[in-house]
């Protein structure tokens, strides 16, 4: 059975008119009103950093034409791109965004030469600043844009095209070789190129060469560095590049440049770290085979060359293998090259970078090579603030990195860059 209420019966059963409100009834109404106000009041409003969207990924991924990265946010959010070519850096700032602790805040792209380092940090409580460090001679374009689903920013950087496209039919003139500083050595007269270069990460296994109190080791360092170096050379040379260890083991120094010899390698490049009893002693240094007068160059020899085998009756042999050494011209021509590029490399980026310069030194490592041969000292781990840049691998990528560029500008001096 219904019952029959009209609308205007219900109007007055639910909602009666003002006009029929009590005093008693007002007075209820308005400590409502006021209770509302006051518990409203005690509710505390939101920050502004939870209406941020989190950035929870950093990817890269470098194929063989163009360097992609890409920032996921799954949220739209608005984002400026930015450049600046004279510290060669491109950046995204993201606004209303909050950076995830868990994100990696440094990415080295190994196999690229135009992309040096990928950083991203929380510029300001509402912005996460994207910084790629970039080559800019080395890059053709670049651009930023964004995708959806989930909603992330992506930066495609495109690098100059390794060889120049040939005028219709004709080829390229080659580029003949600059002279050394000694003029030109028979290897630059014969128009002689690379093929083969040999990375040596100095000592290993049961020899770890020179340690730090914080528990570091040449051996690994040494060996860091160099597989970083051969990744660079593989990725955008055509060379072949060989190392005389790839783990930590123990090769011993008079067999290192035999390996060289056998592979018929073009270049031999010994990969160490420095130590000396003066702690405030740092810096980079190159050298190549000879003999020095040079304390300190003996010092650093006589500690390198301390796991050898050989004897005190073996060394008129030694000597004459030293002074037979034919490619001392081309060695130093190496060295300088290496020296050079490494200190304006980590120049860039590091203050109090000491250029101790190229010296010649009688290393064992060197010692029977059949092609041009270098050792380099990257820095010192027995300078506190040098061991502590070692321990990143920021900067060990950077010294794969400026000896790499030593490199190219060796090959570009024979003509063949």
Known sequence: MELGISSSMARRLFLPSPRSWGPRCRRFLALAFVCSVLL???????????????????????????????????????????????????????????????????????????????????????????????????????????????????????????????????????????????GYSLARQLGLGIKTIIIDPGHGGLDPGCLDPSGLKEKDLTLDISLRLKELLKANTKLDVILTRETDILVPLENRTVVANQRRADLFISVHVNAFSDRRRRGIESFYLNFSSDPKVNETAARENATTTKTIGEMDKIIRKIVQNSKIIESRELAEKIQQNLVKYLSQRYSDIKNLGTRGGPFWTLIGSEMPSILVEVSHISNAKEAQRLKNEVYRQHIARGIYEGIRAYLQSLGKG
């Open 40 to 182: 409203l009041s005690a509710v505390p409003l939101s920050p502004a950093q939870d209406l941020t969207a989190e950035v929870y990924n950093l990817r890269y991924f470098t194929h063989p034409n163009f360097t992609r990265i890409v920032v996921d946010i799954g949220v739209l959010r608005e984002y400026a791109p930015m450049e600046n070519r004279d510290a060669g850096q491109i950046f995204v700032d993201i606004f209303q965004t909050r950076l995830n602790p868990i994100v990696r805040e440094e990415a080295i792209p190994g196999r690229c030469d135009y992309v040096n380092l990928i950083r991203i940090g929380q510029k300001s409580p509402g912005t996460v600043r994207l910084t790629a460090e970039v080559d800019f001679s080395r890059v053709r374009r670049y651009q930023v844009y964004h995708v959806f689903e989930p909603f992330r920013i992506v930066i495609d950087i495109y690098p100059q095209e390794k060889t120049p496209a040939a005028a219709a039919g004709t080829s390229a003139k080659p580029k003949p070789p600059e002279p050394a500083k000694s």
